[in-house]
Every structure is written in C-alpha cells, then in structure tokens.
C-alpha cells in the first residue's frame, strides 16, 4: 500500500521532461540585421534635453522647369495640380505651333509625378539651359538636341488655356444647391416647378456679355434663379427637366465667393476651386458648352425671394368675415396658385366651415356632449368656422371638413392641396395668416375670420340664464350690518409678496383653454400642448405634439 499513489499527491517518481518540446507560443528570436543594429541608437547615446524640439525638416528645394503638352486639356489638368500643390506658386501658359507649355517653380519629385501623369515632357533649368529630364536623380544631363529656348515660346494667358481645353461631361453629384440662367418667359414655369418641389427661390435679373471677343449686339436681358434645398439634396430628375427648358443653363456656384458658374455634370481638366481663382472678386463668369456659350455676368438688380412671381389663382381672394362680402372683379389678372382636389393630401380634421343650415344643427348634436365644452365658434358673414382644440373634430359629421397647413390658422379643404405646393414663407407672403385672424382656402375663393368673435359653442343656444337673486337668512342679514364698518388697511405689496400671491392663485381653466387656443393660433403647437398637459387633458396635449412632430419632418 506504501507505493500505491494516492488520488490528490504528486507522483513519487514523475517521469523525466523532454527537452525537445517547445511552448505552443513560444517566438524564436532571428537575429537583427547588421544595418538595422548600426541604425538604431544605442542605450548609452546622450539624450536630448527635456523641453526642446527636435529642428524642423527644411523644406524641399524647387527648381525650375517648363512642361510640354501635346494638348490644352493635359496642360491645364497639370497646371491646375500645380496651382493646388503650391498655392503661392506662379504658374505661366506659353504656346508654340500645335504645343502648349508650362512654366513654374515646383519640386522637382512633384514636378516629376505631376508632369508624367499628364502626357508631358518636363525640362528642368541646368547651368542656365532647360534639359530633358531623365526621370531621377538630381543632376540631369542631356544634350543640345534634348534643350528648350525660352525665347522661342510666345506667353499666353491661362484663360485662353481654359478656352482651349474646353468641358468635358463628369458623373453628377447630389447638390443642396443650383443655379438657373434663363430668358424671362420661362422663368414663371421654371419658380412654380421649383415651389412646388419645396425649395427656397430666388431670383436676380442679369445681362450676359461675351467672356471672349467684343459683343456684336446688345444682350438681352435674362434672370438668374438660385435653388436651395431646405433639407438634402435638390433631385436630379428636377434639374434634367430644367435643362430641356429652351434656352437655360443648369449651373453650379465654385469658389469662396461663387464667382464661377459652371454648366451642371460638365468640368474642366482644372478643379473648381482653382479656376474660380482665376476669375477674380470683380466678374462673375459663366462657362458651358457651345449650346450656351461662356459669358461674364452683370447684375441688373440686388437678388429677391422668389416668392413674389407667384399670384393667386383667377377668382381667388380673400374676403373679410366681419362684413358683407363685396362683389368680385372679374378682370382681375390672371395668377398661378390654385386649390386642387388631392385625395392623398391632408386627411386630417382640425377645425369645420359650416353655413347658416348647419349652424343651425349644433344643438341637436352638441347639446349635453363633452365637446359642448371646448369647441369654439367663429361666427362669419355667411360661413362660420368651429374649432377645437387638440383635433377633436375628426369624426364630427356636420360642416365641410379643414385641415391646418400653416403658417397660423391657415385652413384648406380635407382632401385638397395647394397648386403649386407652396413652402410656408410663400404661403405667410401670399395669404398673410396672423395670430389674430385665421384664414381658410376653399376651391375658388378665401375666407378671413377674425379670432376675437370667437365664443364658446354653448352660447348658440344658452346666451343668458334667468335672474338669481341671493337668499340668505334673516340673522345672517342682521349679522353682516352690525360688522365693523371700518375697512382694514390693505397689506404692502411689494415685487416678491406679488410674485409669492401670483404663485399661489392658481390659473383658471378657462384661461389655460384660451391661452393654448391662441398658441395652437401663432403655431407654436409645443406651447399650446403643454398647456393642455396643465389643465389635465392629455388626449390633445399628444395630439399637439404628434402634429408639431410632422411638421418639424
């Protein structure tokens, strides 16, 4: 039993380890090559002080070089890589026969890489001669034949290398902004496409001169369109439809100042932002293909918005509530805006337009209802407007049914849209809704109510109750004449005693129903929302804000 091993104890005599088995992570070590082991600093070298920077790299040496190019768009696609290498660096066109040169001070390795991928033939200045490069070292040597004469090369500017080149089609990309050229008569459908695609317009009348030659002939007038995207990027589809208008350029702004307008999916070999360099702050180019032309742009007037172009339909008007309607002008001139029948758009119910008839019926259907309580009613010549706060007019079967699209209290028709569809600047413009009047748009005409002659609902039919007269005991009545008549002295109110009796009054319901209806009025729905929350009804309180979340979409 003595050499029996028992479970737990080590063995009494373990078996001897094998020095040929290797750890599973174990990395030989290779021993460092000679180079390396004289290039690294040895532990014992000194090092230097705390505090101090190593000296800074100098700067590459330049030399200077001339570059051959068998065609403008090579010698401008390099002379634009050279510009945007060294901005500070003065780069020279000069031409000679059917050969186009470049003259500048670069690197000679950037001047090298640059210059060969471009097609060209560099010539670097060696002992006061430019030779054939050979492609590497410092030093280049070559013979007589292979030199260039300065003298021979007559200078041009780079805009006739711009000229020359000419644009060449590039892929598009999204843009949250465009630039529209176009002649006047067909400038209102190219604003009512843009309006109705929710950009912001503005416009610029401008005069095109010729940007190469003299003009032959006076310019006529055309306007300038910018497009902007809220949110995004502006659809491509649009500016194609643009395009094909007659006669107009779908352009991009290049450059800090937006001083270059270049044709859309067209560039040059030099990127945007160095040829608007070239154009300077005092003109403003404009560069296409030979269906446009190139021109330099005057402006005849300061930009505005947009908006201004756009009319009301024929017939459409806006007739006050307050007093009998006025006869229409059937010459009035011909507008643009008109409310078309939409059966996707705006299915939402927050206020009724009702006639005389249906004014009429209320009480058969509010009469001892909850919403007898909260629905408003804005009495009119011969249309009358009931709102409700928080939507609670949805499923109401009496009056032709409005939906809120804002600015304010602006109402259209359920089921109805605006044509074009108009961003809310243009609306605010055209409609003028404001926190005291609210405006509803029916199909041939508009209909302004003014907010102050609204009343509670339950006025229609219980304006005025019959006489209470107080009943009070006989000894009460004994009581209150034998009271001091001296009045006590009122207590000094000061800002904090004021402030502490404001705090502690609380608000009446009433008052928080008018406030949030005069919030929900101004369009700020969170206000009117919470307003709601205060007084307890949080049913509209998430209504408001389900609403004030779609519009911020």
């Not at 068998?70 to 290498?85: H, I, N, P, Q």
């Not at 070559?142 to 003298?151: K, Y």
């Not at 008007?317 to 078309?340: F, G, K, N, Y």
Request: aromatic share 4%; charged share 25%; with cysteine.
């Amino acid at each position: 039993m003595t050499g029996r091993r028992r479970r737990g104890n080590p063995p009494e005599n373990p078996p001897p380890a094998r020095r040929d088995r290797r750890p599973a992570l174990d990395i030989e070590r290779i021993a460092e090559p000679a180079r390396q082991a004289a290039e690294r600093p040895s532990p014992d070298a000194p090092k230097p002080p705390p505090g101090r920077r190593p000296a800074p790299v100098p700067a590459p040496r330049r030399s200077e070089i001339f570059a051959r190019f068998g065609t403008a768009s090579a010698a401008l696609g390099c002379a634009g890589r050279l510009v945007g290498a060294h901005r500070d660096g003065d780069v020279r066109a000069y031409t000679r026969a059917d050969e186009w040169w470049l003259h500048a001070s670069v690197e000679l390795d950037l001047a090298r890489s640059v210059v060969h991928a471009t097609g060209g033939t560099l010539f670097v200045l060696v002992e006061g001669r430019f030779v054939r490069d050979r492609g590497f070292g410092q030093h280049p040597s070559a013979g007589p034949a292979d030199a260039v004469e300065p003298s021979t090369l007559l200078e041009c500017p780079l805009l006739d290398l711009v000229r020359a080149a000419g644009l060449h089609p590039v892929r598009s990309h999204p843009a949250q902004s465009s630039t529209l050229i176009l002649p006047g008569a067909v400038t209102a459908d190219a604003v009512r496409r843009a309006l109705d695609a929710g950009l912001n317009v503005r416009h610029q009348p401008v005069r095109l001169r010729p940007l190469w030659g003299e003009a032959t002939a006076a310019s006529p007038a055309n306007v300038r369109l910018d497009l902007t995207a809220a949110q995004g990027a502006i659809a491509p589809t649009l500016l194609q439809a643009f395009a094909r208008l007659p006669v107009t350029l779908v352009a991009r702004a290049c450059g800090r100042e937006g001083n270059l307008l270049l044709q859309h999916s067209r560039a040059t070999p030099m990127p945007d932002q160095h040829l608007a360099a070239l154009v300077g702050e005092d003109r403003l180019w404009v560069l296409a293909d030979a269906a446009f032309g190139c021109w330099w742009l005057e402006p005849l007037a300061p930009a505005e918005d947009a908006t201004g172009l756009v009319m009301t339909a024929p017939g459409f008007h806006l007739r006050d509530q307050t007093a009998p309607p006025a006869r229409l002008d059937e010459t009035s001139t011909s507008p643009t805006v008109r409310v078309i029948a939409d059966p996707a758009a705006n299915r939402r119910c927050d206020a009724l337009l009702l006639d005389d008839a249906e004014l009429g019926e209320l009480r058969l259907l509010l009469e001892g209802h909850p919403l007898a309580e909260l629905a408003l009613i804005v009495p009119g010549a011969d249309a009358h407007l009931m709102l409700a706060p928080g939507g609670l007019l949805e499923t109401f079967a009496v009056g032709r049914p409005l939906t809120c699209i804002g600015p304010g209290l602006l109402y259209i028709g359920r089921g109805r849209r605006l044509d074009p569809d108009l961003p809310p600047t243009a609306r605010r413009r055209l409609f003028a809704p404001d926190p005291g009047h609210a405006v509803v748009l029916l199909g041939d005409r508009g209909l302004r109510f003014r907010l102050d002659e609204q009343r509670p609902v339950w006025t229609l039919w219980a304006s005025a109750g019959p006489p209470i007269v107080e009943q009070l005991p006989n000894a009460t009545v004994a009581a209150l004449r034998d009271l001091d008549p001296q009045p006590q002295a009122p207590r000094p109110q000061t800002p904090f005693r004021r402030l502490l009796d404001r705090m502690a009054t609380p608000i009446p319901v009433e008052e928080l129903l008018q406030q949030a209806l005069a919030a929900e009025a101004a369009g700020d729905l969170p206000t009117a929302a919470e307003l709601h929350r205060r007084r307890g009804d949080a049913y509209r309180a998430g209504e408001l804000y389900e609403r004030a979340a779609e519009r911020e979409r």
